[in-house]
């Protein structure tokens, strides 16, 4: 700009051509400058629209929905590791990590397993990084990955029987595949349903095993059939979130 005048290039004779600076009346500027505050003040209040999850070490994150309610720590604490004040428990924490998050307005651990039946029911996240023991680590394999709990995936006939004394009866593999490995870290990604009470559900399971062998990171996701069919987009987003950095992985 020179002398209050625009100069652009001329698109035929490749020289420079003079334009007028437009003029725009004062009203006009502070309506646009309105407006943009305004936006800019109405895109604050929104609020995040995901609520970002990392171990203790941040070498294992992923997001959820913000929307999703975390399940309260030690309620969570308490269903895995039992009286959290003993001895045995508080050594079991130091090496595992858990978090879990439930789409319900009013989020329950029992939604891990089983929701409202059909299209009603809503997602539920369960997420565990766990520093494997050193007979764990000599065993370290994809398979360890899918028959870690909760939720396992059953390998032979003879897994399958026992998980069905147990009560998980009705396994169904839908899709299993071993992920690109990254860094060194290996995973896969596998999708079944059981049949829990008189319902089936579908867990979505992702979990990786870090270049040394030394942890298991795993993301499960339970939803019905319908809810898992109707809700595949947001719940591929969660998925494909998950991911462990190299730092965990030396």
Not at 20 to 28: A, D, F, K, L
Not at 121 to 147: G, I, T, Y
Not at 225 to 239: D, K, N, W
């Amino acid at each position: 700009m020179e002398n209050g005048h625009y100069y652009l290039v001329d698109p035929q004779s490749g020289g420079w051509a003079l334009v007028e600076r437009p003029r725009v009346s004062t009203g006009v500027v502070r309506t646009v400058v309105g407006a943009a505050v305004a936006a800019s003040v109405l895109s604050g209040c929104a609020g995040p629209d995901y609520t970002y999850v990392r171990d203790d070490t941040g070498g294992t994150y992923f997001k959820v929905p913000a929307s999703w309610r975390q399940i309260d720590q030690k309620t969570l604490d308490e269903e895995l590791f039992g009286d959290t004040d003993s001895a045995t428990a508080q050594v079991v924490k130091q090496l595992v990590w858990t978090a879990a998050f439930d789409a319900y307005e009013e989020p329950s651990l029992l939604h891990l397993v089983r929701g409202s039946a059909g299209t009603d029911d809503r997602p539920f996240v369960f997420a565990k990084v766990q520093k494997l023991s050193e007979e764990e680590q000599n065993a370290a394999s994809l398979n360890l990955l899918r028959v870690s709990p909760p939720m396992p995936v059953p390998l032979t006939e003879e897994q399958q029987k026992e998980f069905e004394a147990s009560g998980l009866t009705g396994f169904e593999l839908l899709a299993d595949e071993v992920l690109p490995i990254a860094d060194g870290v290996r995973g896969i990604h596998t999708v079944y349903n059981y049949r829990v009470g008189n319902a089936v559900q579908t867990f979505d399971r992702t979990a990786y095993l870090s270049a040394d062998g030394t942890t298991a990171s795993t993301l499960l996701i339970r939803c019905s059939p319908a809810c898992y069919r109707q809700r595949a987009a947001e719940i591929s987003t969660v998925v494909k979130s998950f991911k462990v950095k190299h730092l965990i992985n030396p």
